[in-house]
């Protein structure tokens, strides 16, 4: 079963739109990381929040972490055709004494001009 | 970005042939990973490094092996390919393991077997 999971697995919304993509994971964490993955590329880090933080931003990003209810979301303000991508939330999953980074399915954003 | 290169970045085989597939970065970072992504399944680690000729195995090992002789190339092989291997494969490096640092990526290879 997948650590993180995203919610929707797809939007599509017109530019200048924002964009909301949330995340929920099953075990406790130490920090919650969302990627960016363009067609054909690898992934690119956006943003790393600690589990005793509960928002960060970085430029038109915003990320929100809730810890009581195991979920993070990301949100995209003014959205871009740029931004049209698969977003990814990751999270560390401890498993027979060794840990691994888990990345959800993703959430594909397109944005249409 | 990161210097990550991955080669070759697209490759097709045939079933029972071996492979291997580079990864070569120029951080000087101690961890390195490979991954496989497939629709349907996301993105699953296979073997990681944390340092030369230090790997284990990830959650899909099977019909993988790696070698790290220098710190700055990872080398994945697939011993004697099958159709279930067809998937796209990235490289990653991170500063540290512990997942306090992020882990930048290769642009992968696109590995198909007939």
């Known amino acids: 079963s997948q650590q993180g999971e995203e919610d929707p697995q797809a939007l599509s919304i017109q530019e200048g739109e924002n964009a909301t993509m949330n995340c929920s994971y099953k075990?406790?964490?130490?920090?919650l990381q969302w990627y960016r993955q363009n067609s054909g590329r690898g992934l690119v880090h956006l943003i790393l929040i600690r589990s005793n933080e509960r928002e960060k931003h970085s430029g038109r990003l915003r990320v929100t972490l809730d810890t009581s209810k195991k979920s993070s979301s990301l949100l995209i303000t003014a959205s871009r055709a740029a931004d049209t991508a698969s977003y990814f939330c990751a999270t560390v999953l401890t498993q027979g004494g060794s840990e691994k980074l888990v990345f959800g399915k993703g959430t594909k954003l397109t944005v249409n001009p | 970005d990161a210097g990550i290169t991955q080669s070759p970045r697209h490759k097709v085989t045939e079933t029972g042939t071996p492979v291997t597939l580079r990864c070569h970065q120029t951080e000087n970072h101690r961890y390195m990973y490979w991954y496989r992504q497939d629709p349907g399944h996301g993105l699953r680690l296979i073997h990681y490094?944390?340092?030369?000729?230090?790997?284990d195995k990830g959650e899909v090992s099977d019909g993988y092996s790696v070698s790290r002789s220098k710190t700055e190339d990872f080398l994945l092989t697939l011993e004697s390919a099958t159709s279930s291997q067809t998937s796209v494969y990235f490289c990653?490096?991170?500063?540290?393991?512990?997942?306090?640092?992020?882990?930048?990526f290769g642009d992968g290879t696109r590995l198909s077997i007939l």
């Open positions: 075990t406790s964490i130490n920090n």
């Open positions: 490094s944390y340092g030369v000729k230090d790997t």
């Open positions: 990653a490096i991170s500063k540290g393991q512990g997942y306090d640092q992020p882990q930048h």
